[in-house]
Nanobody
Framework: QEQWVESGGESVQGGESLKLSCATSESTFRQFCVAWFRQAPGQEREGVAGMNKDGLIRYKNSSIQDRFRISRDWAKNTLYLQMNSLKPEDTAMYYC???????????????WGQGTQVNVSS
């Protein structure tokens, strides 16, 4: 069973940066699409950024792409989400996830981390 260990969430001020980390297995990176999702209170879970096994990246939209960056470290089997210029609307529980299927940012991935909370105050 695929597993994720997430870290990096905390409370920050608007405009600040934060880097989330998610450790998993080597086989996950080599075989699956890996992605970051988020869910704000009362909102549906949404995809933020994803990367397929070949390194092709997809972002939710241009606003996310302008401020966030998904990356991975093969040596550490770790997925990252660098978040810059954070806004209060970025406040959410952030999850990493993986799926053997196509790397569309739909919240039906097969494997999920436990989540890490990000709070952005104005």
């Amino acid at each position: 069973q695929e597993q994720w260990v997430e870290s990096g969430g905390e409370s920050v001020q608007g405009g600040e940066s934060l880097k989330l980390s998610c450790a998993t297995s080597e086989s996950t990176f080599r075989q699956f699409c890996v992605a970051w999702f988020r869910q704000a209170p009362g909102q549906e879970r949404e995809g933020v950024a994803g990367m397929n096994k070949d390194g092709l990246i997809r972002y939710k939209n241009s606003s996310i792409q302008d401020r966030f960056r998904i990356s991975r470290d093969w040596a550490k089997n770790t997925l990252y989400l660098q978040m810059n210029s954070l806004k209060p609307e970025d406040t959410a529980m952030y999850y990493c996830a993986s799926d053997p299927g196509p790397c569309w940012l739909r919240p039906d991935f097969k494997y999920w981390g436990q989540g890490t909370q990000v709070n952005v105050s104005s």
